[in-house]
């Protein structure tokens, strides 16, 4: 398996515009996990779905961040508009359900908004 | 809220040596304990998971312990090398959902 795949892995872009961020799960894994990683406030768990369906979303810091998951192989996360503040690095990571395995993560995004 | 704390935030040793990372939580409530590690510009990787009913875990190098009642954690790592050298995360899954709670990290050096 190819792991957890994100794209893009490197993304700038200037405030007010739309970034989406995306992730390809692990095959077989029913668990989606969405962080944001900054120097400031380490690792963050900002959502998560659970067969496709959003589960806690208590992470999410505002109304311009929002994530879809629209079939079990392919989720995004969408910044609009985004700000200086947003800058950080993007996870996704995924798990089976039995809930004894660890999450996989992938490589992530990193974004710099100018 | 789940609070996860961990000492020290960095870490420098010679090559050889055997080091323990701290880790700490303040809910008890949990359901496994992980620690993973992070190398500069990567994800992350899992190293050990703890059941909240287990006491230890061990994979070569590494041995992860649990005290679930004093909501402490350590991870031991024997025989150091410079490979060794990366971020290595707590991470606490609650009792009541999936939810990862991770510390701040320790960034261990090893030099050789």
């Known amino acids: 398996d190819a792991g957890v795949i994100q794209s893009p892995r490197h993304e700038v872009t200037e405030m007010g515009q739309e970034v989406t961020l995306r992730c390809k799960p692990i095959?077989?894994?029913?668990?989606l996990f969405w962080y944001r990683q900054t120097m400031m406030r380490g690792l963050e768990l900002l959502i998560y779905?659970?067969?496709?369906?959003?589960?806690?979303d208590s992470g999410m810091p505002e109304d311009r961040f929002s994530a879809k998951m629209p079939n079990a192989s392919f989720s995004t996360l969408k910044i609009q508009p985004s700000e200086p503040r947003d800058s950080a690095v993007y996870f996704c990571?995924?798990?089976?359900?039995?809930?004894?395995?660890?999450?996989?993560f992938g490589p992530g995004t990193r974004l710099l908004v100018l | 809220k789940q609070e996860v704390t961990q000492i020290p935030a960095a870490l420098s040793v010679p090559e050889g040596e055997n080091l323990v990372l701290n880790c700490s939580f303040t809910?008890?409530?949990?359901?496994?304990l992980q620690w993973f590690r992070q190398d500069p510009g990567k994800g992350l990787t899992s190293l050990l998971l703890?059941?909240?009913?287990?006491r230890e875990q061990t994979s070569g190098r590494l041995n992860a312990s649990l005290d679930k009642s004093s909501g402490r954690s350590t991870l031991y790592i024997a025989a150091s090398q410079p490979g060794d050298s990366a971020t290595y995360l707590c991470?606490?899954?609650?009792?009541?959902?999936?939810?990862?709670?991770f510390g701040e990290g320790t960034q261990l050096t090893v030099n050789p």
């Open positions: 990571a995924s798990r089976r359900s039995t809930g004894k395995e660890t999450q996989y």
């Open positions: 095959s077989g894994h029913d668990y």
């Open positions: 779905f659970n067969n496709n369906v959003p589960i806690d």
């Open positions: 809910d008890s409530a949990i359901y496994n």
């Open positions: 703890i059941q909240s009913s287990q």
């Open positions: 991470a606490v899954e609650e009792a009541s959902g999936s939810r990862l709670t």
